[in-house]
């Protein structure tokens, strides 16, 4: 086995091998004046089983193409020189959001980052808590791994609402299922009923609308869930909602804090008493780890460690994706 991560993921890299008690293989990463990049494995992969880590949320320092066309060179060079296989671990998956068509003429981006993906010979696709899970495993031929996070919150969760009674509330009806089985997952844990809540959203131009709200939260601890935070605006306006239907208290929960231009104003809105999310864009944590009062980064190394071992040694996953056992 090889287990390699590019420079963007070289954090996330880290802590994966020490979770599993290895190093990291060593690569070469070079950037040319006129914006071309290279990357090679500086050990043999001939015969072997290769990881290959990248975050691919964009920032100031690469953009999301710049990331994507270097982890999609560095999956085809291990092919090209004898790898048997390369599994590829993007926690966050770019392009994933645009699964569909919502407009005339629009693109599924998604599908072309899949078949670029497999015309470069990745064998699996690994991430966590995608988009649309339906979407992500129809677009890709190759194996789609799409691993749950949520439940690695529950500790900080239980800490937040201490034995509150609690709502899990989907800020928008497409996220409806993943809220249902968060719920069914959290009342395991919480050992008392959990109820549920959606609101009506409507996204154009940036600019969110909807006025519906369906569920009973009055003097209950509310928990939005989401895949990912962007600029906040959803998730604002969802804590406000919940807050007049009588919400005792808004925590948010989300895989992603991809927290763009604009997402102080969700640190700084009282309507929102604590964000949690995961470290698989932990660049764009990294600049709001100044609010540790509001902010939580649940590490994901040990889940995807896990994984790996157990991919290695052949055994079941199921309990670490949000499929549930029939």
């Known amino acids: ?47 072997e089983d290769v ?7 964009g920032d100031k320092t690469a953009s999301v193409n710049d990331r994507l066309c270097k982890l999609l060179f560095f999956v085809a060079t291990c092919k090209e020189n004898g790898a048997s296989q390369v599994s590829v671990i993007t926690p966050y998956l770019a392009y994933s959001r645009k699964d569909r068509q919502t407009k005339a ?7 072309y980052v899949a078949q670029l993906f497999e015309a470069m010979g990745a064998a699996r696709i690994v991430t966590v808590e995608v988009h649309n899970p339906a979407a992500f495993q129809n677009a890709f031929r190759c194996a789609s791994i799409n691993l749950t996070a949520f439940d690695l919150f529950y500790a900080d969760i239980k800490r937040l609402l201490d034995n509150d009674s609690v709502v899990i509330l989907s800020p928008d009806a497409g996220g409806i299922k993943r809220a249902q089985l968060l719920r ?40 939005i869930v989401d895949d990912l935070i962007a600029t906040g605006t959803t998730i604002q306006k969802a804590a406000r909602a919940a807050l007049a239907q ?34 698989s864009l ?26 790996i071992r157990r991919l290695r040694e052949g055994e079941s ?4 994706t949000a499929i549930p056992e029939s």
Not at 51 to 57: A, D
Not at 252 to 272: E, K, N, R
């Open 246 to 279: 009588g919400a005792k208290k808004v925590i948010a929960v989300a895989a992603h804090g991809c927290f763009g231009d604009g997402a102080h104003v969700l640190f700084d809105d009282p309507a929102v008493d604590h964000i949690l999310v995961t470290d």
């Open 1 to 47: 086995m090889r287990l390699f991560a590019l420079q963007e993921a070289s954090y996330l890299g880290k802590a994966i091998a020490s979770q599993r008690g290895i190093v990291l293989d060593p690569l070469e990463e070079r950037h040319f004046n006129d914006g071309e990049h290279k990357a090679r494995p500086l050990i043999s992969v001939r015969g």
């Open 184 to 223: 069914e997952s959290f009342e395991r844990f919480w050992h008392q009923p959990v109820g549920l809540a959606m609101m009506e959203k409507r996204r154009s131009q940036d600019i969110v609308s909807g006025d519906l709200f369906a569920g009973n939260v009055v003097d209950k601890s509310v928990i």
């Open 317 to 320: 996953i199921t309990e670490l």
């Open 105 to 111: 003429r629009d693109p599924v981006t998604l599908k």
């Open 282 to 307: 932990s660049q764009a944590s990294i600049q709001y780890a100044m609010h540790p009062e509001k902010l939580t980064i649940c590490p994901l190394a040990p889940r995807l460690g896990e994984l």
């Open 51 to 57: 990881y290959v880590i990248q975050c691919l949320g």
